[in-house]
Nanobody, 128 residues
Framework: QVQLVESGGGLVQAGGSLRLSCAASRRTFGGHTWVGWFRQAPGKEREFVAVISRSNGVTYYTDSVKGRFTISRDNAESTVYLQMNSLIPEDTAVYYC????????????????????WGQGTQVTVSS
């Protein structure tokens, strides 16, 4: 059974920090090179946040979070993290992790259709 489980969301004031975790089975990460984070705010479409390569650690971020968010993985490659610093109210959303089977980097990895597997989401709320 393929499984992705997010955790670490919560309520913080603007300027604060949170670290999200995405735990996945070896079955998922072993067969999917790229693991991404997306977010969806109320009334808006789901949008790309960041992605990391399991094999070489290459990362890519959407412009609005560059310099504030960091995506990483643990040594066992069983968990992917999203460290979020200097949070602003515009970051408020449900955050999802997802796994892609694409082998090499492509700009299409910022789109939902590249990711067959998704977690249940974790709520992040940033107050002003």
């Amino acid at each position: 059974q393929v499984q992705l489980v997010e955790s670490g969301g919560g309520l913080v004031q603007a300027g604060g920090s949170l670290r999200l975790s995405c735990a996945a089975s070896r079955r998922t990460f072993g067969g999917h090179t790229w693991v991404g984070w997306f977010r969806q705010a109320p009334g808006k479409e789901r949008e790309f946040v960041a992605v990391i390569s399991r094999s070489n650690g290459v990362t890519y971020y959407t412009d609005s979070v560059k310099g504030r968010f960091t995506i990483s993985r643990d040594n066992a490659e069983s968990t992917v993290y999203l460290q979020m610093n200097s949070l602003i109210p515009e970051d408020t959303a449900v955050y999802y992790c997802a796994a892609s089977g694409r082998g090499t980097w492509s700009s299409t990895l910022q789109y939902e259709y590249e990711y067959p597997y998704w977690g249940q989401g974790t709520q992040v709320t940033v107050s002003s």
